[in-house]
Protein backbone atom coordinates (compact mmCIF):
# COMPACT_ATOMS: atom_id res chain seq x y z
CA UNK A 1 0.00 0.00 0.00
CA UNK A 2 0.76 3.64 0.28
CA UNK A 3 3.37 4.21 3.22
CA UNK A 4 2.52 0.35 4.03
CA UNK A 5 1.06 -2.38 2.39
CA UNK A 6 -1.77 -3.90 5.26
CA UNK A 7 -0.70 -7.80 5.75
CA UNK A 8 -4.68 -8.58 6.15
CA UNK A 9 -7.59 -8.60 3.62
CA UNK A 10 -10.02 -6.17 4.47
CA UNK A 11 -13.76 -7.34 4.29
CA UNK A 12 -15.14 -6.26 1.19
CA UNK A 13 -19.09 -6.46 0.77
CA UNK A 14 -20.27 -9.18 -1.23
CA UNK A 15 -22.94 -7.00 -3.09
CA UNK A 16 -19.33 -4.65 -5.04
CA UNK A 17 -17.93 -7.65 -6.02
CA UNK A 18 -20.95 -8.58 -7.57
CA UNK A 19 -20.82 -5.19 -9.49
CA UNK A 20 -17.74 -5.04 -10.35
CA UNK A 21 -16.90 -4.02 -14.21
CA UNK A 22 -20.43 -5.07 -14.99
CA UNK A 23 -20.03 -2.00 -17.79
CA UNK A 24 -16.85 -3.94 -19.17
CA UNK A 25 -17.85 -7.45 -19.16
CA UNK A 26 -18.73 -7.29 -22.89
CA UNK A 27 -14.87 -6.55 -23.82
CA UNK A 28 -13.29 -9.19 -21.02
CA UNK A 29 -13.97 -12.68 -23.15
CA UNK A 30 -12.93 -15.37 -20.22
CA UNK A 31 -10.57 -18.06 -21.53
CA UNK A 32 -11.82 -21.09 -20.03
CA UNK A 33 -10.04 -23.60 -22.25
CA UNK A 34 -8.54 -26.46 -19.90
CA UNK A 35 -9.94 -24.38 -16.82
CA UNK A 36 -12.89 -24.75 -13.90
CA UNK A 37 -14.21 -21.86 -12.03
CA UNK A 38 -14.53 -21.65 -8.00
CA UNK A 39 -15.06 -19.43 -5.05
CA UNK A 40 -13.17 -21.31 -1.99
CA UNK A 41 -14.13 -19.27 1.50
CA UNK A 42 -10.79 -19.33 2.79
CA UNK A 43 -10.09 -18.57 6.83
CA UNK A 44 -8.53 -15.27 7.69
CA UNK A 45 -4.58 -14.23 8.28
CA UNK A 46 -3.75 -13.81 11.75
CA UNK A 47 -4.69 -11.22 14.06
CA UNK A 48 -6.62 -8.73 11.13
CA UNK A 49 -6.40 -4.88 12.56
CA UNK A 50 -7.81 -3.71 9.41
CA UNK A 51 -11.07 -1.42 10.26
CA UNK A 52 -11.73 -1.03 6.40
CA UNK A 53 -15.05 -2.03 5.23
CA UNK A 54 -14.75 -1.24 2.16
CA UNK A 55 -16.31 -1.91 -1.61
CA UNK A 56 -19.47 0.65 -2.10
CA UNK A 57 -18.94 3.78 -3.30
CA UNK A 58 -21.11 5.38 -0.73
CA UNK A 59 -18.66 5.00 2.16
CA UNK A 60 -15.00 5.05 0.39
CA UNK A 61 -13.91 8.53 -0.13
CA UNK A 62 -10.98 8.07 -2.87
CA UNK A 63 -10.13 11.40 -4.00
CA UNK A 64 -7.50 13.40 -5.87
CA UNK A 65 -5.00 16.09 -4.56
CA UNK A 66 -3.56 17.50 -6.95
CA UNK A 67 0.06 15.77 -7.29
CA UNK A 68 1.42 13.98 -10.17
CA UNK A 69 0.63 10.05 -11.40
CA UNK A 70 3.04 8.33 -13.70
CA UNK A 71 1.45 9.50 -16.97
CA UNK A 72 5.15 9.62 -19.14
CA UNK A 73 5.54 6.76 -21.41
CA UNK A 74 6.70 4.62 -20.86
CA UNK A 75 7.07 3.96 -16.89
CA UNK A 76 10.63 2.62 -16.26
CA UNK A 77 10.77 0.36 -13.50
CA UNK A 78 14.69 0.44 -11.87
CA UNK A 79 15.18 -3.18 -10.51
CA UNK A 80 17.26 -4.15 -7.85
CA UNK A 81 17.35 -7.61 -6.28
CA UNK A 82 19.22 -7.95 -2.66
CA UNK A 83 20.48 -10.92 -1.31
CA UNK A 84 20.10 -14.21 -3.72
CA UNK A 85 17.79 -14.75 -6.35
CA UNK A 86 17.34 -17.89 -8.79
CA UNK A 87 17.57 -17.27 -12.26
CA UNK A 88 14.09 -19.11 -12.73
CA UNK A 89 12.81 -17.04 -9.78
CA UNK A 90 14.18 -13.25 -11.41
CA UNK A 91 12.46 -14.57 -14.82
CA UNK A 92 9.03 -15.02 -13.20
CA UNK A 93 8.92 -11.82 -11.95
CA UNK A 94 10.14 -9.83 -14.84
CA UNK A 95 7.61 -12.12 -17.24
CA UNK A 96 5.23 -10.46 -14.99
CA UNK A 97 5.91 -7.27 -15.17
CA UNK A 98 6.55 -7.48 -18.71
CA UNK A 99 2.98 -8.75 -18.80
CA UNK A 100 2.02 -5.36 -17.80
CA UNK A 101 1.63 -3.44 -20.87
CA UNK A 102 -0.03 -3.81 -23.77
CA UNK A 103 -0.27 -7.68 -25.30
CA UNK A 104 -1.84 -9.98 -27.84
CA UNK A 105 -2.42 -12.37 -24.46
CA UNK A 106 -5.22 -13.70 -24.11
CA UNK A 107 -7.87 -12.08 -21.50
CA UNK A 108 -8.34 -12.06 -18.82
CA UNK A 109 -4.63 -10.94 -18.73
CA UNK A 110 -2.05 -8.76 -16.67
CA UNK A 111 -2.37 -5.66 -19.22
CA UNK A 112 -6.40 -5.64 -18.89
CA UNK A 113 -5.77 -5.39 -15.22
CA UNK A 114 -3.48 -2.57 -15.74
CA UNK A 115 -6.29 -0.42 -17.72
CA UNK A 116 -7.91 -0.01 -14.48
CA UNK A 117 -5.09 1.89 -13.38
CA UNK A 118 -4.17 4.00 -16.53
CA UNK A 119 -8.11 5.33 -16.03
CA UNK A 120 -6.37 7.65 -13.06
CA UNK A 121 -5.54 11.06 -14.04
CA UNK A 122 -3.21 14.06 -13.08
CA UNK A 123 -4.93 17.56 -12.97
CA UNK A 124 -4.12 18.61 -16.72
CA UNK A 125 -6.31 15.04 -17.85
CA UNK A 126 -2.82 13.04 -18.50
CA UNK A 127 -3.55 9.44 -17.60
CA UNK A 128 -1.14 6.98 -16.28
CA UNK A 129 1.13 5.48 -18.69
CA UNK A 130 -0.15 1.77 -20.43
CA UNK A 131 3.34 0.83 -21.10
CA UNK A 132 5.73 -0.35 -18.21
CA UNK A 133 9.23 -1.36 -19.20
CA UNK A 134 12.40 -2.92 -17.01
CA UNK A 135 14.50 -0.09 -18.07
CA UNK A 136 17.80 -1.32 -15.84
CA UNK A 137 18.81 -4.04 -13.08
CA UNK A 138 21.12 -4.41 -10.30
CA UNK A 139 22.12 -6.98 -8.67
CA UNK A 140 23.03 -6.32 -4.99
CA UNK A 141 24.69 -10.29 -4.24
CA UNK A 142 26.92 -9.07 -1.52
CA UNK A 143 23.76 -7.87 0.54
CA UNK A 144 25.57 -4.20 0.85
CA UNK A 145 23.43 -2.75 3.74
CA UNK A 146 23.15 -6.79 5.42
CA UNK A 147 20.39 -9.08 5.72
CA UNK A 148 18.68 -6.79 7.99
CA UNK A 149 17.36 -3.67 6.54
CA UNK A 150 15.52 -0.71 7.63
CA UNK A 151 12.97 1.50 6.44
CA UNK A 152 15.91 4.32 6.01
CA UNK A 153 18.65 1.17 4.82
CA UNK A 154 16.49 0.82 1.90
CA UNK A 155 16.65 4.08 1.12
CA UNK A 156 20.14 3.11 1.03
CA UNK A 157 20.71 0.86 -1.26
CA UNK A 158 18.59 2.65 -3.73
CA UNK A 159 21.56 5.03 -3.25
CA UNK A 160 24.01 2.21 -3.88
CA UNK A 161 22.62 1.35 -7.04
CA UNK A 162 22.19 4.80 -8.43
CA UNK A 163 26.15 5.16 -7.39
CA UNK A 164 27.22 1.46 -8.91
CA UNK A 165 24.99 0.26 -11.26
CA UNK A 166 24.70 3.45 -11.91
CA UNK A 167 20.84 3.91 -12.34
CA UNK A 168 19.96 7.23 -13.67
CA UNK A 169 18.14 9.67 -11.74
CA UNK A 170 14.79 9.32 -13.44
CA UNK A 171 12.59 11.95 -11.62
CA UNK A 172 9.74 11.57 -14.23
CA UNK A 173 8.82 8.66 -14.76
CA UNK A 174 11.21 6.33 -12.88
CA UNK A 175 10.07 3.44 -10.26
CA UNK A 176 12.86 2.09 -7.89
CA UNK A 177 11.87 -1.70 -7.12
CA UNK A 178 13.73 -3.04 -4.63
CA UNK A 179 12.92 -6.76 -4.07
CA UNK A 180 14.65 -8.76 -0.68
CA UNK A 181 15.34 -12.86 -0.74
CA UNK A 182 13.87 -14.75 1.68
CA UNK A 183 16.88 -14.82 4.10
CA UNK A 184 16.70 -10.80 4.03
CA UNK A 185 14.58 -9.57 7.18
CA UNK A 186 13.09 -6.07 7.04
CA UNK A 187 11.53 -3.57 9.65
CA UNK A 188 8.02 -4.81 10.27
CA UNK A 189 7.92 -7.19 7.28
CA UNK A 190 5.54 -10.06 8.44
CA UNK A 191 4.46 -7.80 11.71
CA UNK A 192 3.21 -4.84 9.72
CA UNK A 193 3.79 -5.29 6.26
CA UNK A 194 4.34 -7.17 2.90
CA UNK A 195 5.78 -4.20 1.15
CA UNK A 196 5.29 -0.35 1.08
CA UNK A 197 6.12 2.42 -1.26
CA UNK A 198 7.13 6.15 -0.56
CA UNK A 199 9.91 8.62 -2.16
CA UNK A 200 13.26 8.62 -1.56
CA UNK A 201 14.53 11.20 0.94
CA UNK A 202 17.78 13.75 -0.48
CA UNK A 203 19.84 13.50 2.51
CA UNK A 204 19.34 9.52 1.80
CA UNK A 205 19.73 9.04 -1.64
CA UNK A 206 20.85 12.69 -3.41
CA UNK A 207 17.27 12.68 -4.81
CA UNK A 208 13.52 12.75 -4.20
CA UNK A 209 12.64 9.53 -6.30
CA UNK A 210 9.30 6.91 -6.21
CA UNK A 211 10.15 3.51 -5.13
CA UNK A 212 8.58 0.21 -3.60
CA UNK A 213 10.30 -2.59 -1.52
CA UNK A 214 8.38 -6.08 -1.17
CA UNK A 215 10.10 -8.60 0.55
CA UNK A 216 9.96 -12.85 -0.36
CA UNK A 217 7.98 -14.15 2.10
CA UNK A 218 8.12 -18.10 1.62
CA UNK A 219 10.10 -18.86 4.82
CA UNK A 220 9.51 -15.77 6.91
CA UNK A 221 5.99 -15.64 7.19
CA UNK A 222 3.59 -17.25 4.07
CA UNK A 223 0.36 -17.35 5.94
CA UNK A 224 0.86 -13.60 6.18
CA UNK A 225 2.51 -12.28 2.68
CA UNK A 226 1.52 -15.34 0.38
CA UNK A 227 -2.12 -15.56 1.33
CA UNK A 228 -4.13 -17.09 -0.38
CA UNK A 229 -1.27 -19.71 -1.25
CA UNK A 230 -1.01 -20.41 2.70
CA UNK A 231 -3.24 -20.07 5.87
CA UNK A 232 -2.58 -19.42 9.48
CA UNK A 233 -0.49 -22.61 10.62
CA UNK A 234 -3.55 -22.08 14.06
CA UNK A 235 -6.07 -23.83 11.89
CA UNK A 236 -4.02 -26.85 11.39
CA UNK A 237 -5.95 -29.73 9.56
CA UNK A 238 -8.79 -28.10 10.54
CA UNK A 239 -9.83 -25.96 7.71
CA UNK A 240 -9.72 -25.20 4.20
CA UNK A 241 -6.31 -26.04 3.25
CA UNK A 242 -4.41 -23.35 1.27
CA UNK A 243 -4.51 -22.87 -2.67
CA UNK A 244 -1.91 -24.18 -4.87
CA UNK A 245 0.22 -21.21 -6.61
CA UNK A 246 -0.06 -20.97 -10.42
CA UNK A 247 3.98 -21.16 -10.75
CA UNK A 248 4.63 -23.26 -7.71
CA UNK A 249 6.36 -20.89 -5.30
CA UNK A 250 4.22 -20.17 -2.63
CA UNK A 251 6.76 -17.16 -1.61
CA UNK A 252 6.97 -15.72 -5.23
CA UNK A 253 3.52 -16.43 -6.27
CA UNK A 254 2.28 -14.32 -3.53
CA UNK A 255 5.01 -11.74 -3.95
CA UNK A 256 3.45 -11.31 -7.15
CA UNK A 257 0.30 -9.78 -5.70
CA UNK A 258 2.12 -7.50 -3.60
CA UNK A 259 4.43 -6.16 -6.32
CA UNK A 260 1.29 -5.29 -8.60
CA UNK A 261 -0.70 -3.69 -5.59
CA UNK A 262 2.82 -1.10 -4.93
CA UNK A 263 3.22 -0.56 -8.77
CA UNK A 264 -0.81 0.54 -9.02
CA UNK A 265 -0.53 2.75 -6.27
CA UNK A 266 3.29 3.71 -6.46
CA UNK A 267 1.93 5.23 -10.43
CA UNK A 268 -0.97 6.95 -8.78
CA UNK A 269 0.22 8.33 -5.46
CA UNK A 270 4.28 8.61 -6.06
CA UNK A 271 4.06 11.92 -3.90
CA UNK A 272 1.65 10.71 -1.91
CA UNK A 273 -0.13 13.71 -2.89
CA UNK A 274 -2.22 12.26 -5.87
CA UNK A 275 -5.17 9.69 -5.18
CA UNK A 276 -6.04 8.30 -2.09
CA UNK A 277 -8.58 8.35 0.27
CA UNK A 278 -8.47 9.59 3.74
CA UNK A 279 -7.52 12.75 5.21
CA UNK A 280 -3.97 11.73 6.17
CA UNK A 281 -1.49 11.52 3.97
CA UNK A 282 1.41 9.61 5.89
CA UNK A 283 -1.37 7.01 6.34
CA UNK A 284 -3.65 6.93 3.11
CA UNK A 285 -5.97 4.22 2.14
CA UNK A 286 -4.77 3.44 -1.90
CA UNK A 287 -6.55 2.13 -5.03
CA UNK A 288 -4.62 -1.22 -3.69
CA UNK A 289 -5.83 -0.94 0.06
CA UNK A 290 -9.49 -0.48 -1.11
CA UNK A 291 -9.96 -4.11 -2.52
CA UNK A 292 -7.26 -6.02 -0.25
CA UNK A 293 -8.05 -9.86 -0.60
CA UNK A 294 -10.59 -9.90 -3.31
CA UNK A 295 -9.53 -11.52 -6.39
CA UNK A 296 -13.10 -12.33 -8.66
CA UNK A 297 -16.29 -12.07 -8.00
CA UNK A 298 -18.24 -12.78 -5.41
CA UNK A 299 -15.45 -11.77 -2.93
CA UNK A 300 -15.79 -11.09 0.70
CA UNK A 301 -16.86 -12.27 3.70
CA UNK A 302 -14.09 -15.24 4.16
CA UNK A 303 -14.04 -15.44 -0.26
CA UNK A 304 -11.44 -14.44 -2.49
CA UNK A 305 -13.67 -14.45 -5.54
CA UNK A 306 -14.50 -16.59 -8.28
CA UNK A 307 -10.87 -16.98 -9.81
CA UNK A 308 -9.64 -19.96 -12.13
CA UNK A 309 -8.25 -23.42 -11.56
CA UNK A 310 -6.14 -26.29 -14.13
CA UNK A 311 -5.68 -29.27 -14.33
CA UNK A 312 -2.71 -29.29 -12.14
CA UNK A 313 -5.26 -27.83 -9.82
CA UNK A 314 -3.18 -24.54 -9.28
CA UNK A 315 -5.24 -21.27 -8.72
CA UNK A 316 -4.82 -18.24 -11.24
CA UNK A 317 -7.13 -15.25 -12.61
CA UNK A 318 -5.34 -14.09 -15.32
CA UNK A 319 -2.76 -14.38 -18.04
CA UNK A 320 0.66 -13.21 -18.57
CA UNK A 321 3.16 -13.56 -21.39
CA UNK A 322 5.09 -16.60 -21.80
CA UNK A 323 1.86 -18.57 -21.15
CA UNK A 324 2.34 -17.42 -17.39
CA UNK A 325 -0.40 -17.48 -14.86
CA UNK A 326 -0.73 -15.01 -12.41
CA UNK A 327 -2.70 -14.70 -9.25
CA UNK A 328 -3.60 -10.69 -8.81
CA UNK A 329 -5.51 -8.88 -6.18
CA UNK A 330 -8.51 -6.40 -7.80
CA UNK A 331 -7.80 -2.73 -7.62
CA UNK A 332 -10.38 -0.15 -6.98
CA UNK A 333 -11.74 1.67 -10.49
CA UNK A 334 -12.69 5.52 -10.29
CA UNK A 335 -14.69 5.30 -13.35
CA UNK A 336 -16.85 2.22 -11.57
CA UNK A 337 -16.21 2.99 -8.01
CA UNK A 338 -16.19 -0.45 -7.03
CA UNK A 339 -13.31 -3.28 -7.09
CA UNK A 340 -11.98 -3.97 -10.44
CA UNK A 341 -10.73 -7.27 -12.25
CA UNK A 342 -10.24 -8.37 -15.79
CA UNK A 343 -11.73 -11.58 -14.89
CA UNK A 344 -15.03 -10.11 -13.92
CA UNK A 345 -17.94 -12.93 -14.28
CA UNK A 346 -20.68 -10.03 -14.62
Known amino acids: MSLHHLLFPILILAFSAASSLAATAKDQTLNTHQAEFFNPKLPPRIL ?17 HMGPVLSSSPINIYLIWYGSWSVSQKLLIKDFINSISPSATPSPSVSDWWKTVSL ?32 LSVQQVIATAVEAAPFPVDHRNGIYLILTSQDVTVEDFCRAV ?36 AVPGYMGGGGPGS ?41 PTEIGDLCEGLYGTGGGGGYIGQVMRDQKRKTY ?3 GNKGRKFMVQWIWSPVLKACAGPNALD
Open 48 to 64: SSSKKFEGSSDIVDLRY
Open 120 to 151: YTDQTGANVSRTVVIAKEHSDTGYSRGSHLTR
Open 194 to 229: CGFHYFTFPSMVGHTLPYAWIGNSGKQCPEVCAYPF
Open 243 to 283: LAPPNGDVGLDGMISVIAHELAELSTNPLVNAWYAGEDPTA
Open 317 to 319: NMY
